[in-house]
């Protein structure tokens, strides 16, 4: 930690290795250049509540192991291009029409907060090299379809607090949905419960569900060096789980009951069961109301 807010701090380099934490409250200036490695021991994250200023490049890695395997990704500088992953297949997807686009142009900039997906044929690192995102950032979200899907992203080099985050969207609901590599199968989070983490990683890609049309924001106050490497979960009482496994794959879901929620959809504590077409010999579980699948039901 850089302490206090009148402290200034000056350096040649930075390089913050695999799974390291820094918090900069003071003022950080690197003459040469900054370095956020990334690899099998885990994420470099950085939050600067003060200033960081760089001299050389900015440089931000991400590691991706499970492989073949698609994975929903975000970008964390504010001026990077889809030529970071040619040869590999990168999407966008398009709410209004429930398509996923196929991005080919590698001239096409990389959306800060927007979420893409990521088909990686082996394991490797990722370099982003450019203007680290900070501050606030928003990105519109649509509600075109029944559920209003929107892939969103962690624009930022440290973890989200999504129960920070989803207070402050009143334009979705309080679900977030991760998409788990290894198994095609989408993990979803709400209020302390579900298969998902209340933290999201630097850079990860994940769903929404937007309850109307607005805008999706988050900011510096929000951000979190925990969850960088790991996923973590609540336990609550009156809480059922019940989980289906099969072909070496399984799923779960979760019903809890509270008197002050209702049968209908909540989206305070209620998220949607969003299904995967991934990978066919995935078993998928999920309760049903009013004709609505839930993944997490209260």
């Known amino acids: 930690v850089i302490p206090s807010n009148k402290a200034v701090y000056s350096i040649s380099s930075l390089t913050l290795g695999q799974g390291a934490a820094l918090t900069v409250n003071g003022t950080l200036n690197i003459a040469?250049?900054?370095?956020?490695?990334?690899g099998v021991a885990g994420?470099?994250?950085?939050?600067?509540n003060g200033?960081?200023?760089v001299g050389g490049n900015t440089t931000i890695e991400r590691y991706y192991a499970a492989s073949p395997a698609w994975h929903l990704i975000s970008s964390p500088i504010s001026n990077g291009l889809a030529e970071i992953y040619n040869g590999m297949y990168l999407q966008g997807y398009n709410e209004p029409t429930a398509q996923w686009i196929d991005i080919i142009n590698p001239a096409d900039p990389l959306v800060p907060a927007q979420g893409y997906a990521l088909w990686n044929a082996v394991p490797g690192t990722y370099q982003y090299?450019?203007?680290r995102n900070t501050g606030n950032v928003s990105i519109p979200?649509?509600?075109?379809?029944q559920y209003g899907w929107n892939l969103l992203g962690n624009p930022y080099p440290s973890?989200?607090?999504w129960n920070l985050v989803a207070a402050s969207n009143p334009a979705i609901n309080g679900a977030v949905y991760y998409l788990e590599a290894a198994t095609g199968n989408y993990k979803s989070y709400n209020g302390g419960m579900g298969g998902g983490s209340q933290y999201v990683p630097p850079m990860q890609g994940f769903f929404v569900s937007a309850a109307n049309a607005g805008t999706f924001q988050v900011n510096n106050t929000m951000r979190t060096h925990l969850g960088q490497n790991n996923y973590y979960k609540s336990d609550f009482e009156n809480l059922l789980v019940l989980k289906a496994e099969g072909n070496d794959y399984s799923d779960a879901t979760y019903l809890r009951f509270d008197e002050l929620a209702t049968a209908a959809f909540d989206g305070q504590y209620d998220a949607y069961k969003l299904l995967s077409d991934f990978n066919e010999e995935l078993p998928q579980i999920y309760t049903r109301s009013?004709?609505?699948?839930?993944s997490i039901n209260v």
């Open 43 to 48: 994420t470099g994250s950085l939050i600067d």
């Open 290 to 294: 009013s004709d609505v699948n839930f």
């Open 141 to 145: 979200v649509t509600n075109g379809q």
């Open 129 to 131: 090299i450019g203007s």
């Open 51 to 53: 200033t960081v200023t």
């Open 159 to 161: 973890s989200l607090d």
């Open 32 to 38: 040469k250049n900054l370095l956020l490695q990334s």
